[in-house]
């Protein structure tokens, strides 16, 4: 029996209509450095945004589905391109500046992006890569720049304001499909081609709401939002899109990323609530250590991207009364996974050990955790598994390029088609997750996981070990068994093997000691800081470690 | 082209699931009058809707599509009635057990309902209809009660707690289609059958997500909310499956709505959140004035039904620190139509202008509102026209019966689809609706309307009058213009017709001063109290009343 209910999808330019009408006022402020911010309504926004949008259809000739790019900060021209590109039925592609230039190129070229908006600031980034961006006919710089790095190439070259001008301020919004793609942000795997996640009209609308519900952010018009985690970063948390949806103003940093222009920004401009991976606010803090300024706006802080150190979290909320609430997620699901508000209301001490997990699943996350022999595993706490997540705004496919079928690997989607999120950790009864290892790093012992970032974080709390990588090698009788690298301090003097393995004895169970022992002069690491431990695996297994076995 | 995201159901199982897992420890409390409250977890709540289910579909072989009513109190297992039936893929109806029985007989029988639960304490009022309900196959009582009453009646008579005895704890949910039915629940216009609306499980769920968002009352699992709507008064506005949704308690009144049991749970069981129509409200400040009662856990009251006295508003807030906020709905809108929170948190006496206006739309709810030409009225404040709406949660027709096409009456829905709603109002250029009166009240004298409320307000205030009821009535030269019937106060002496209009002059424009004038004893009233308009246009149809021209 069918509802008699209306059927009216939900779309972008749904979120846009309401935004720029009901929340005309609301406003984006965007900081420019040592001038005056640049300031405009939601309503000006969304004349500047049918403005972008018939420049892009009648003057550059984008049709429904063309793959739109951006290369930009976060700042007010960015908003428009969110909601305009999706709107008029074509896709945004946000790109992540900070990747190698060999992945952008092929990103691009995977996307088959017809044009390319790019702030000013970032052309000497852009310039050297378009003459390897073959499907590029177009690229539109944003705001001030030195364009002539942009003489003699292929593409046609456009400025954003002189492409607007004088163009109609409303658009006739077609009314999509919700299952429509929307945007479309590439993954930067450590491994393989990078992986695109294309996000529907539904899947953003939804997880709009979402971050607007009382048990996520929960902001209103009242609220003024820094996202500091950028635009091109999984579409900033989802924060531009909820923003329009409930007329949150927003406080854009641009290019200034840095701690003291960010504690200047707070101060001057009074946000509410701010988004940042951690490393950000470890920088704040030492800036204001230094220079202190007024930030007693701020109230609460979404915190993801890494776990928080619970330090971190406890020193903003003692010193500035700022809030910091943990979640999880990654680019396959819009990222939305969890936040870490305490169950019930709980505060003060008893509402740590939520505070420092990965927090609570929503209703539209259904979530499993799968253990090494590949059954479910019981939501108690204890028992580990790889997370495996379903629900609309989860990826269940990647992009297969123009005209091909989405990729569905193994590794990343069940036969039942979950995400396979490749994290593995633990769930409360209660649904909070605490993860503790990627999946490829668990070591598989006998049908049984270690966790090697258990090891390590033990074996760094020994006195004579700077740094500790615990990594798996096979291992004819058990599979895999642990392989333990150590770097020990300088001037530690000497500490035995089997000193460090009876000083793991009392903190994991017998069967997970490692029995191969190496010392290393460093750990190696990934650009982004991370332990590369397959280098490690590849260094064993070349024979390259000088290895002990007890 | 498509997104890659999951394409993941909104359905009533997904929200259960989630608020008796996640939830689990969350609670319903059901008030009982003098004994100890009944209480239980959501994780109990869950396993008991399970059972009810297998009882619905293995011992009543209720099927698929199959409607179940319920003749309840707010209580916990109308909560497990409210999950199990849509959860298991029928129809859950709820009844208005405050309509005329001749209306309930209808209804029942438009519906096709084969089951009907049932509360004890209401056996009185369903046992005089069984022998007229043919549709019912089963009836399963809640609860104590008189079943004496049941003796002889044809439907098949079951014990609650009985029929779910020793089934299993846990159900296979069906994955249903987002669009199916999931709850039904029936208009009781003042003309003509009532009109049976059709939620679908994407309308549920959307709507719970919209109600639990910050704009709106923002609730999570730190909540206890106190539902005086009722269940079977559109869902309780939503509140039991926005519960489920993010874990927030309730506390349920069952049967013991009068003042001083509400001002008892309200001190004994402490709420943060309440929901009524402006009567229950009136009457717990009365009782509160007449015997004090802790209620300093009351933040957040929403008030809708029918526009709250800002002067009730007002005292809430300064006596007791409760913030109420006013709503707007209809059963043809889930019910959430508007909230009215201030815009920009505006506070202070700034935000009572938007604070005593029926409140915002959400992105969800698109409006428009049609002046008296057929044409789009601006959102100015000013301009007045009937409202229409548009939206994931708002009927596109009514119930056709069983096998029949759903309905779509041209008086309440336009070509294009949307809702009319009958209200006709103003909309300020940010979204807040002020609605003036009903559109058939309204008098459509030469292609513009006048509102008969804002003439019965203005006359009202004069020291003379009682009452007072404008009706338009048929003019040759104007279409409509009009009549004024006007109860006088005992005592007040002799007020002449020129009077009373002239007091009229300075406060609306000349071209809207009744030129028709009567007075008479009193202004008829419809069941539930609201002046019938109806009867005085037919009263002076047939020549009844005695009308003075000016």
Redesign the interface.
């Known amino acids: 029996?069918?509802?008699?209910?209306?059927?009216?999808p939900?779309t972008v330019s749904?979120?846009l209509?309401?935004?720029t009408?009901?929340?005309?006022?609301?406003r984006i402020t965007t900081w420019t450095g040592n001038a005056e911010p640049q300031r405009r309504t939601f309503a000006e926004i969304g004349e500047r945004t049918a403005q972008l949008a018939h420049a892009l259809r009648d003057g550059l000739g984008i049709a429904r589905?063309d793959r739109v790019a951006t290369l930009m900060w976060n700042n007010a021209e960015h908003v428009e391109a969110y909601f305009a590109i999706p709107a008029m039925g074509s896709?945004l592609h946000t790109l992540n500046l900070r990747l190698p230039a060999e992945q952008l190129v092929w990103i691009v070229g995977h996307a088959a992006d017809r044009a390319i908006l790019v702030d000013g600031s970032l052309l000497p980034l852009l310039a050297p890569l378009l003459p390897r961006l073959d499907t590029v006919e177009h690229v539109v710089v944003v705001g001030p720049g030195d364009t002539s790095v942009l003489d003699g190439c292929r593409p046609a070259v456009h400025e954003y304001e002189a492409l607007l001008a004088g163009r109609p301020t409303a658009y006739d919004w077609p009314e999509l499909d919700e299952?429509?793609?929307?945007a479309m942000c590439y993954t930067s795997g450590t491994t393989g081609d990078p992986k695109?996640?294309?996000?529907?009209h539904?899947?953003v609308y939804?997880h709009s709401?979402?971050v607007?519900?009382?048990?996520c952010?929960?902001?209103?018009?009242?609220d003024t939002s820094l996202p500091v985690v950028p635009m091109f970063h999984v579409n900033a948390w989802g924060l531009p899109h909820a923003a329009f949806?409930?007329?949150v103003n927003l406080l854009m940093p641009d290019r200034f990323l840095q701690p003291a222009p960010l504690a200047e920004m707070i101060e001057a401009e009074r946000p509410t609530h701010s988004a940042a991976v951690p490393t950000i606010w470890q920088g704040l803090l030492a800036e204001l250590a230094e220079r202190p300024r007024d930030i007693s706006s701020l109230r609460h802080v979404t915190i993801g991207g890494s776990a928080c150190p619970p330090s971190l979290m406890r020193t903003f909320e003692e010193r500035y009364g700022v809030r910091v609430v943990h979640a999880w997620g990654m680019t396959e699901t819009s990222p939305l996974g969890t936040v870490g508000?305490p169950?019930?209301?709980l505060s003060g001490e008893d509402a740590w050990p939520y505070r420092v997990s990965q927090g609570?699943?929503?209703?539209?996350v259904?979530a499993r955790l799968i253990g090494p022999d590949g059954s479910e595993m019981p939501?108690d706490g204890k028992s580990a598994g790889e997370l495996e997540v379903?629900?609309?705004?989860?990826?269940?496919?990647?992009?297969g390029g123009a005209g091909a079928e989405?990729i569905r690997p193994e590794d990343r989607f069940s036969p039942d088609?979950w995400?396979r999120t490749g994290d593995v950790g633990t769930v409360t009864?209660?649904?909070y997750l605490t993860l503790t290892d990627r999946a490829k790093d668990v070591i598989k012992s006998g049908g049984e996981w270690i966790s090697s970032v258990e090891l390590e974080n033990h074996l760094m709390g020994h006195p004579a070990v700077a740094e500790a990588a615990v990594v798996a090698v096979p291992d004819e009788k058990w599979g895999e068994r642990p392989l333990a690298t150590v770097v020990l301090k300088e001037g530690a003097g000497k500490v035995s093997y089997e000193e460090l393995r009876d000083f793991l004895a009392d903190k994991v169970a017998r069967w997970q000691l490692p029995e191969r022992w190496t010392v290393i002069p460093a750990v190696p690491k990934t650009s982004v800081g991370k332990f590369d431990k397959k280098v490690l695996r590849a260094r064993y297994a070349e024979g390259e470690l000088d290895v002990t076995r007890l």
């Not at 607007?212 to 048990?215: A, I, L, Y």
């Not at 952010?217 to 009242?222: Q, R």
């Not at 379903?390 to 992009?399: L, M, S, T, V």
């Open positions: 029996m069918l509802s008699t209910m209306q059927d009216v939900l749904r979120i209509r309401h935004g009408t009901v929340h005309g006022r609301s589905d896709v299952r429509t793609a929307a695109g996640v294309v996000y529907s539904r899947s939804l709401m979402q607007n519900m009382g048990e952010m929960g902001l209103t018009d009242a949806m409930t007329g508000h169950p019930g209301g609570r699943f929503p209703a539209s259904e939501w379903r629900g609309p705004w989860i990826a269940g496919a990647y992009y989405p088609g995400l009864p209660d649904g």
